[in-house]
């Protein structure tokens, strides 16, 4: 089994290090995947830090935004970077418990599968960011009706060929799911761990957060709309 991970970071040198420290020592040695890290022109000495660590591992990649450009940006430019056809995309806050790689892959190598999407178990954010995201699915999940609690967890395993194949817009990483559905792809959540943010802080507001997943819904029902055209012809 053989893929590739995705991380897309701002400003997380104080948590980095540490999680590709877990993903390298808690992955099951029986998988073959390699690393890219999208560092999203941060700030801080992310880069510096990601670049001596690397040195020592040759299956680490680094990639550069020349501006800082969102998390959907970043996610398609690792992609873009990868050399195996399945995708795990993971945040890089450490939030996101790397041991949950080797059961989502499990699931979707074991049951041929092109989407694993988690689902964070007992969130360990703010009330006001809990809340904020139950809302956004909420509104989300009625419109769109793709029976997913949870699109805002980071932690998932998909077929980058599909991925691809959907039309981009910023902001595509929330509705992963929803788009899967209208390609007709086999789908499965399941629940994962979710850990306190141990540095740092979140780099999106609550309230931004909201407002981008409401905003979003249009561009998304289009897409599907001409999916499904598509799958018609």
């Known amino acids: 089994m ?40 941060s700030t801080d ?40 056809d399945t995708i795990v995309t993971i945040d890089g806050d450490g939030q996101n418990n790397p041991i949950d790689i080797n059961k989502l892959v499990k699931i979707y190598f074991d049951n041929k599968c092109d989407l694993v999407a988690g689902i964070r178990y007992k ?6 960011k809990i809340i904020s995201s139950f809302i956004a ?13 949870d699109t805002g967890c980071g ?3 998909f077929n980058k060929n599909i991925f691809l194949s959907i039309s981009y817009f910023n902001g595509i990483h929330r509705y992963i799911p929803a788009l899967f559905i209208a390609k007709k792809s086999s789908i499965i959540y399941e629940n994962v761990d979710h850990r306190p943010r141990e540095h740092g802080k979140s780099k999106y507001g609550t309230i931004d957060r909201l407002y981008y997943a ?16 598509e799958n018609k012809n």
């Open 137 to 149: 699915n909420k509104i989300r999940s009625f419109l769109l009706n793709d029976k997913c609690r």
């Open 45 to 84: 000495d992310s880069i510096i830090k990601i670049k001596k660590y690397i040195e020592n591992y040759n299956f680490i990649k680094l990639v550069k935004n020349n501006k800082n450009m969102g998390q959907s940006y970043s996610i398609l430019e690792g992609i873009k970077n990868t050399f195996y």
């Open 155 to 157: 932690l998932k395993v």
């Open 123 to 128: 969130r360990k954010d703010s009330y006001i």
């Open 2 to 41: 053989k893929f590739s991970i995705i991380i897309p970071i701002f400003n997380e040198s104080e948590n980095i290090i540490s999680l590709l420290n877990e993903i390298k020592n808690l992955i099951d040695k029986d998988y073959k995947y390699e690393v890219v890290v999208v560092d999203d022109f």
């Open 214 to 229: 409401i905003r979003d819904l249009s561009k998304v029902k289009k897409i599907i709309n001409d999916i499904k055209k």
